[in-house]
């Protein structure tokens, strides 16, 4: 990646020659295809040129990011047959994921899917076998991995500054409608403007529904709700800063206590990760709570710890003493004064000190996750989160769906890249 010291994005001084622009479209063009789109024409080497979605006030919106240049094209099979087309991008809902990335691959494009990559554990076995086929890139968007602060984490960790790591605690709580998927409807939705066929693909067969198609996430038809929404950036994360490839098994609970009227996916959900590599994670989420400390990642090891938010990362170093008074306050007198005397003799008070603090970079991680999306294109580089990284961080979420929803341990398979029988 082009960064600059500082973890700031450092583009070529010259504007892109045209040779080496890439033509993208993309396929859904909602409030989180937006914000992408926003990213990266800033980031440059790219236009966009092709949009479609299934809402058109949205699709109106996003050609206006584009300056007017990109066309709306009316069925998203066009983006992946026009020969014009580089790579698309993939930010359709949940349960159309990998049937498009699939079909964008055999149509020769690069992709770069929005988390999670899959609806399913084996449909990511599926989108690898397109991925080798093709010869094609694919990079998953779970963007905070490419961020200044997990990077200098995976630095730290790799570098032994926290000695054994053996528990990680990673958290995203939320309390308001808007954090529970409960977005507004814009006034001008109805049958006309909305494609209700084009969003339910595969999905069960249901009745026209506003709610439905603008706030998916809540159901189950299109969304593994909380795990497949903000547990997959937290697998995602923890096995880039750990260097791991998935659990080796997993324990879940959930259920749905506050917004019951809403969705048929739970509200609070808590999990237990074992990776083989030596360390547990608990991970959890509520909707009904927004502590803020109770967002992000604490990674605990011997030698110390990195408590990791949004903006801002701590590294704090462990300083251990030990009190053993009240234990050889029942020895014999003389014994327990020998024994104080030599722990005195021996030992210096150490003051704990302050912690160090990282800052986030100025270039949002999204930026820098498509840069070098961008550069694996035009370098033939490797992508920092493939089909193999993303096929396993969507599987954690759905093994933690599985185990809740079954109330039973689930185990993964490591040679075949999916649950254990």
């Keep these: 990646m082009f960064l600059s010291a500082t973890g700031s994005l450092a583009l070529p001084a010259a504007a892109t020659p045209p040779s080496d622009r890439v033509t993208v479209g993309v396929v859904g063009t909602g409030s989180r295809a937006q914000q992408v789109m926003d990213d990266v024409l800033a980031a440059g080497g790219i236009e966009i040129v092709s949009l479609a979605d299934a809402y058109t006030g949205r699709l109106d919106r996003a050609v206006e990011r584009t300056g007017g240049r990109a066309k709306i094209v009316p069925d998203f099979r066009d983006i992946f047959e026009d020969p014009a087309i580089d790579a698309v991008i993939i930010a359709s809902p949940d349960h159309w994921h990998a049937r498009h990335c699939i079909q964008a691959l055999n149509a020769g494009k690069h992709v770069y899917c929005e988390k999670p990559l899959t609806y399913t554990i084996d449909e990511g076995l599926a989108v690898a076998r397109a991925v080798e086929k093709s010869g094609k890139k694919l990079q998953v968007g779970s963007q905070p991995m490419s961020s200044r602060l997990q990077q200098k984490a995976r630095e730290l960790i790799e570098s032994g500054e926290l ?79 750990m260097g791991a490839q998935a659990p080796s098994e997993v324990v879940a ?99 704990r000190p302050e912690p160090e603090e ?64």
């Design 253 to 351: 609970m959930g259920d749905l206590y506050r917004w019951t009227e809403s969705r048929d996916v739970p509200d609070t959900l808590n999990a237990v990760a074992r990776y083989p590599e030596g360390f547990t994670v608990n991970l959890s989420s509520t909707f009904n709570n927004s502590s803020s400390a109770g967002s992000g990642f604490e990674i605990l090891g011997t030698e110390g710890s990195l408590t990791i938010g949004a903006t801002r990362m701590y590294h704090r170093r462990e300083v251990v003493r030990e009190s053993n008074g009240w234990i050889v306050a029942a020895w014999p007198a003389e014994l327990e004064a020998e024994y104080l005397a030599g722990l005195a003799a021996g030992s210096r008070r150490r003051r």
């Design 163 to 241: 000695g054994q790591i053996t528990m990680i605690r990673a958290a995203n709580n939320r309390n308001s409608s808007s954090g529970a998927w409960l977005y507004p409807i814009p006034p001008d939705a109805n049958e006309q403007t909305v494609d209700w066929e084009l969003f339910q693909g595969s999905a069960p067969p249901r009745e026209f529904s506003l709610e439905r198609f603008f706030r998916w996430r809540c159901f189950q038809d299109y969304s593994g709700g909380i795990a497949t929404d903000l547990f997959v950036h937290l697998f995602t994360s923890i096995h880039h800063m």
């Design 358 to 421: 990282f800052r986030e970079g100025r270039v949002p991680a999204t930026q820098i996750h498509w840069r070098s999306f961008l550069e694996s294109i035009l370098d033939d580089k490797p992508v920092v989160q493939d089909v193999w990284a993303g096929h396993r961080a969507a599987a954690c979420a759905h093994m933690v769906n599985l185990s809740a929803a079954e109330g039973r341990q689930v185990r993964w398979d490591a040679a075949r890249n999916t649950t254990a029988a």
